[in-house]
């Protein structure tokens, strides 16, 4: 069983920038499929951005060039630095785990969610 806990979001005005951060409980932090989906208003969650456990990362093409994810695994945490943010960013950002051999961008892909922490960008 692995627990999350996000925290980091927020207001903030467009083009400013935010830090998410994502602490799971657990001892084998190192071996899951760490990644970042949000939900904006009125839609359906989405993929943002997966940091493997080789140390390989992917993103969605709404963040390219524009968020970060990184871990740490001494700590058990991922983080999501998100910069030049846009109004269209505004979601519910959450964090995710996962293991064993899935593609890792569909909410399918995680067995474990965080509750969620709410991003909105003001124009």
């Known amino acids: 069983q692995v627990e999350l806990v996000e925290s980091g979001g927020g207001l903030v005005q467009a083009g400013g920038s935010l830090r998410l951060s994502c602490v799971a409980s657990?001892?084998?932090?190192?071996?899951?499929?760490m990644a970042w989906f949000r939900q904006p208003p009125g839609k359906e969650r989405e993929f943002v951005a997966i940091?493997?456990?080789?140390?390989?990362?992917y993103y969605a093409d709404s963040g390219k060039g524009r968020f970060t994810i990184s871990r740490d695994n001494a700590l058990n945490t991922v983080y999501l630095q998100m910069n030049s943010l846009k109004p269209e960013d505004t979601a519910v950002y959450y964090c995710?785990?996962?293991?064993?051999?899935?593609?890792?961008?569909?909410?399918?892909?995680?067995?474990?969610w965080g509750q969620g922490t709410q991003v909105t960008v003001s124009s």
């Open positions: 940091s493997r456990s080789t140390g390989s990362t």
């Open positions: 657990g001892r084998t932090f190192s071996d899951y499929r």
């Open positions: 995710s785990a996962g293991s064993g051999l899935r593609p890792g961008v569909r909410s399918s892909d995680y067995d474990y």
